[in-house]
């Protein structure tokens, strides 16, 4: 995947690698990874690719976006039936696709519109409302295409599998399933930054995304009411009015993007300790990430800028808010600049006074994932993605890591300089990340020598001048050893099956013996899950004649599955009692399926 290209939506791509014959289909990756050593010139809404000497590539994309094949042109003899048209699409950073229909959102209201309220009787047909057939349909169609990449890997998914998974969220997305389509794009993406041994992949958000996709075109066939909306989602989120607003800065996070799409968001507070966010996020790369922090927020008269807003306030009248808390800038909405507070004062400082287990409480069972704490900074840990800070939060170890590896951004350097301010305590914000060990993503920091200061580790740039006069060096890493839980025998087959597909469970090994193990180690359930799963690996039935008949990607699909959604519901108990918390309920497997 080459961040160069334009997005180009997953429609397109779909429909030039259908237009392919069989012949050209086969060379597809090796046309794709041929083009990507070309370089890419942009010259205003247009992406030249020099295919040779003789042979450009054109991608045209006014507003940012490649919406159609026609866009896509080439001057090669086989044109517009070439490879190369195929390759640059799948070459590119997948894109979302436009709404398909006014249909897609069931309430009819976009930003600043309003939503009439529902009466009894449009809640009672709600509730017995269900999937009609085309979308029961589209989510066979999704499940099946997922299903198919799953059974390869990501070793052997290529640009054949994934045009089939793009074409099936397009049918998902006309169908208004927009959840099930962005979830097939997400595993794509995921997909495409393994193949290309992208620094930013990861096989844990890969394997999230898989498991929600095939778990939303699963249950949806036979979900109702409320159950079938959430499965449904929507493709734009409904703004609400909410009359004026008095908000406090918190801080700002730039975004890059996988999918080509960068910028900076910023979180603030009102009188309550309600957390809003002002966000400009568009296609683009490393340089618009970091350099969006400095571009005016795009609401009312405000000229204030995402940094300066992160440390003062606004005034908001006729605000609109998504149900994420996202702030609309329609229209009618008016805003000022206003006075701040530190995270010291009221109303921040409430954020910091909920205890940590509730917080972490919150972020579990579906609210927003931000972490309030306050630390003490104890050393380092050396892991597998790099050093991570440890500190000591109310008795608790807590590892502290970068929130973003790209090396534009500035949190890997920041958290290694911190690691110079051992003990001293300080305030943060960090984002949750779920596992067995208390750990987090550290977004922002007060400042090391001012209290009443804060820093943006995405955005802004720690000196060594800034740190606490007289602290020690930066202490040495030591080595991380995790006493892991049992559970990691099967959460290990169910990553392994992402990466390396169906072939790597069939292999003879292994599976006797860790299901031994874990019921012995009282988890019973997952050596029922991880058996079935090394079961429907190598379940390849024969015919007559001994060959070896179409195995059952279905089979192998559902029990996938049920044991990712068994690991992730487990794991989530372990986050909470870790934290300190309750653990959460466990959801059975049979249940998700």
């Known amino acids: 995947m080459s961040p160069e290209l334009p997005p180009v939506a997953p429609s397109v791509t779909a429909e030039l690698v259908e237009a392919l014959s069989p012949r050209l289909r086969k060379r597809l990756d090796a046309g794709i990874a041929k083009l990507a050593a070309r370089p890419a010139v942009r010259d205003g809404d247009t992406v030249r690719i020099a295919v040779d000497d003789d042979t450009d590539l054109h991608l045209h994309a006014p507003d940012g976006t490649v919406t159609s094949t026609d866009a896509i042109r080439c001057g090669c003899l086989l044109a517009p039936d070439c490879l190369h048209r195929a390759a640059a699409a799948s070459a590119a950073p997948v894109a979302d696709d436009p709404p398909a229909a006014p249909a897609a959102d069931p309430t009819g209201a976009g930003e600043g519109a309003t939503a009439e309220p529902e009466g009894t009787q449009g809640a009672e047909e709600a509730e017995a409302e269900t999937a009609d057939a085309a979308q029961r349909a589209a989510a066979r169609v999704v499940f099946d295409a997922a299903a198919a990449v799953l059974e390869a890997g990501t070793a052997g998914a290529g640009a054949v599998l994934q045009a089939e998974l793009l074409r099936a969220a397009h049918t998902a997305r006309l169908a208004g399933l927009h959840r099930a389509s962005g979830a097939a794009v997400s595993v794509v993406t995921g997909v495409r930054a393994a193949r290309s041994a992208d620094p930013g992949y990861r096989l844990a958000d890969l394997t999230g995304a898989f498991r929600e996709v095939l778990g939303v075109a699963h249950r949806l066939p036979g979900a109702a009411g409320a159950e079938l909306a959430g499965l449904r989602g929507t493709a734009r989120q409904p703004y609400r009015p909410d009359g004026s607003l008095r908000l406090y800065g918190l801080f700002s996070e730039p975004v890059l993007t996988a999918t080509g799409y960068a910028g900076a968001v910023t979180w603030t507070a009102d009188a309550d300790g309600r957390l809003y966010t002002v966000s400009d996020v568009a296609p683009g790369g490393p340089g618009r990430a970091t350099g969006a922090a400095d571009r005016a927020v795009r609401m009312g008269d405000t000229s204030l800028s995402h940094r300066e807003l992160s440390r003062a306030g606004l005034a908001v009248a006729g605000a609109t808010v998504s149900p994420t808390g996202r702030l609309g800038a329609g229209a009618g909405v008016r805003a000022v600049r206003a006075s701040g507070s530190s995270w010291y004062e009221e109303p921040s400082a409430r954020l910091w ?86 750990r987090a993503l550290l977004l922002a920091t007060e400042h090391p020598t001012d209290p009443s200061a804060r820093v943006d580790l995405g955005l802004d740039r720690l000196q060594r001048a800034d740190l606490p006069a007289g602290t020690a060096p930066r202490p040495a890493a030591v080595a991380s050893v995790v006493d892991e839980a049992p559970l990691h025998l099967l959460r290990r087959r169910v990553q392994q099956t992402v990466s390396g597909g169906r072939r790597v469970l069939a292999l003879p090994g292994g599976g006797p013996g860790d299901s031994a193990r874990l019921r012995r180690l009282a988890l019973a359930t997952a050596g029922d899950l991880l058996d079935e799963l090394h079961a429907a690996a190598a379940d390849r039935a024969r015919d007559a004649f001994g060959r070896l008949l179409p195995a059952d990607t279905d089979r192998f699909a559902r029990a996938w599955l049920a044991a990712a959604v068994y690991t992730a519901e487990v794991e989530r108990g372990l986050c909470a009692a870790a934290w300190g918390g309750v653990p959460a309920e466990i959801t059975s497997p049979q249940s998700a399926l």
Do not use: K
């Open 353 to 438: 006074a909920v205890p940590v287990a509730e917080q972490v409480a919150r972020a579990l069972n579906g609210g927003h994932d931000l972490l309030f704490l306050e630390v003490t900074l104890t050393g380092t840990v050396r892991e597998a993605t790099g050093d991570c800070l440890l500190v000591d939060c109310a008795g608790l170890p807590l590892r502290l890591a970068a929130a973003h590896d790209h090396p534009a951004l500035p949190h890997r350097d920041n958290l290694r300089l911190l690691a110079g301010a051992r003990g001293s305590r300080l305030r943060i914000v960090a984002r949750l990340a779920p596992g067995p060990l208390p």
